[in-house]
């Protein structure tokens, strides 16, 4: 008999565990998750798991170590009661842009990260659009990265753009970007649109951690409708001035694609009052209040329930990367 699924939550984004749990159809687990007055995370699983298939649904968005830490807290829990397997469901992966020794002297968080989250006692790792694919290589678990691509196709093809160019924010972005123009060129022929998706590349060069500026625009983009894609937004800052760089440049209309929305500092306010049409953003981070107008939510939960309906009952997850 195959064990007993069980979904829970962490504090990180208890609303998108919420949807996930109700597109399964389930409740989500009883479990407190408090703080002793020094700041310290107490958890107590308040139902049986003993010989249970848990998940546990908590991005490690804003404020980062505490929900990495609280994370960490409960899967510990759940193994110390017996669990059968513990899933990490991380549908934002924090430290993910700290891959790599690019400087002396500096840490690859991302993978003390990940040793973390092993060593706490996750047995599988569930997650969407990695801000570097070899972040999978850093764990010795199974890892499913999900693309938000075919959700934010649909939303673009909404928008009855004939001429289309997809555009990466960086030279690293090329292979995210041909991927989504192939993919909107097939949805493009199915609904029996003419005409390539071409794609074009933002070069630009980083001042420091939060800032970086747009240079150049490699491809072409005069008199077209321009679709830029990328993994996280932050203060917004590069999205803002490459959507100015697009149009200065010939583009009718440009908007954007995000994964995922950390838009920190007065990132809103700068999206707003940009030349932006629309930015789209999944539901991975928790909006703050106030967050409208541009920025349009695209949901992810129903993909993450079809997921972990997929690794509960040991069926391949391969067709929902390709939106079918």
């Given at each position: 008999?195959?064990?007993?699924?069980?979904?829970?939550?962490?504090?990180?984004?208890?609303?998108?565990?919420?949807?996930?749990?109700?597109?399964?159809?389930?409740?989500?687990?009883?479990?407190?998750?408090?703080?002793?007055?020094?700041?310290?995370?107490?958890?107590?699983?308040?139902?049986?798991?003993?010989?249970?298939?848990?998940?546990?649904?908590?991005?490690?968005?804003?404020?980062?170590?505490?929900?990495?830490?609280?994370?960490?807290?409960?899967?510990?829990?759940?193994?110390?009661?017996?669990?059968?397997?513990?899933?990490?469901?991380?549908?934002?992966?924090?430290?993910?842009?700290?891959?790599?020794?690019?400087?002396?002297?500096?840490?690859?968080?991302?993978?003390?990260?990940?040793?973390?989250?092993?060593?706490?006692?996750?047995?599988?790792?569930?997650?969407?659009?990695?801000?570097?694919?070899?972040?999978?290589?850093?764990?010795?678990?199974?890892?499913?990265?999900?693309?938000?691509?075919?959700?934010?196709?649909?939303?673009?093809?909404?928008?009855?753009?004939?001429?289309?160019?997809?555009?990466?924010?960086?030279?690293?972005?090329?292979?995210?970007?041909?991927?989504?123009?192939?993919?909107?060129?097939?949805?493009?022929?199915?609904?029996?649109?003419?005409?390539?998706?071409?794609?074009?590349?933002?070069?630009?060069?980083?001042?420091?951690?939060?800032e970086v500026a747009a240079v150049s625009i490699i491809g072409e983009?005069?008199?077209?409708?321009?679709?830029?894609?990328?993994?996280?937004?932050?203060?917004?800052?590069?999205?803002?001035?490459?959507?100015?760089?697009?149009?200065?440049?010939?583009?009718?209309?440009?908007?954007?694609?995000?994964?995922?929305?950390?838009?920190a500092g007065d990132a809103v306010a700068k999206i707003e009052n940009?030349?932006?049409?629309?930015?789209?953003?999944?539901?991975?981070?928790?909006?703050?209040?106030?967050?409208?107008?541009?920025?349009?939510?695209?949901?992810?939960?129903?993909?993450?329930?079809?997921?972990?309906?997929?690794?509960?009952?040991?069926?391949?997850?391969?067709?929902?990367?390709?939106?079918?």
């Amino acid at each position: 008999m195959d064990p007993q699924r069980l979904i829970f939550a962490g504090t990180g984004n208890p609303e998108f565990a919420r949807a996930v749990a109700e597109a399964l159809g389930e409740a989500l687990g009883r479990m407190s998750v408090d703080r002793f007055p020094d700041g310290e995370v107490s958890v107590k699983v308040e139902v049986n798991v003993r010989g249970r298939d848990c998940f546990v649904i908590q991005p490690t968005s804003t404020p980062v170590n505490e929900n990495l830490m609280e994370l960490m807290i409960i899967i510990d829990a759940l193994r110390r009661a017996s669990a059968y397997r513990v899933t990490a469901v991380v549908p934002y992966y924090g430290y993910a842009r700290q891959d790599r020794k690019d400087q002396p002297r500096v840490p690859i968080t991302a993978k003390l990260a990940a040793d973390l989250l092993t060593r706490a006692g996750a047995e599988r790792l569930l997650t969407m659009d990695l801000h570097a694919g070899q972040i999978q290589g850093f764990f010795d678990i199974p890892v499913d990265n999900l693309t938000a691509a075919p959700i934010f196709a649909k939303a673009v093809m909404a928008l009855g753009y004939e001429e289309l160019v997809v555009a990466s924010p960086d030279v690293g972005g090329v292979k995210n970007a041909r991927y989504f123009a192939r993919r909107l060129e097939r949805m493009r022929e199915e609904a029996g649109i003419d005409g390539p998706v071409d794609f074009a590349i933002v070069d630009k060069h980083r001042k420091g951690p939060a800032e970086v500026a747009a240079v150049s625009i490699i491809g072409e983009v005069e008199g077209k409708n321009v679709v830029m894609i990328d993994d996280i937004v932050s203060t917004g800052g590069s999205l803002v001035e490459a959507a100015a760089l697009l149009l200065d440049r010939g583009a009718l209309e440009v908007v954007a694609v995000v994964t995922h929305p950390i838009l920190a500092g007065d990132a809103v306010a700068k999206i707003e009052n940009s030349q932006l049409e629309a930015l789209f953003v999944t539901d991975t981070i928790p909006l703050g209040p106030g967050v409208a107008g541009k920025v349009k939510v695209c949901s992810v939960a129903p993909l993450f329930a079809e997921a972990i309906d997929a690794i509960y009952r040991n069926r391949s997850i391969s067709r929902l990367f390709d939106g079918r």
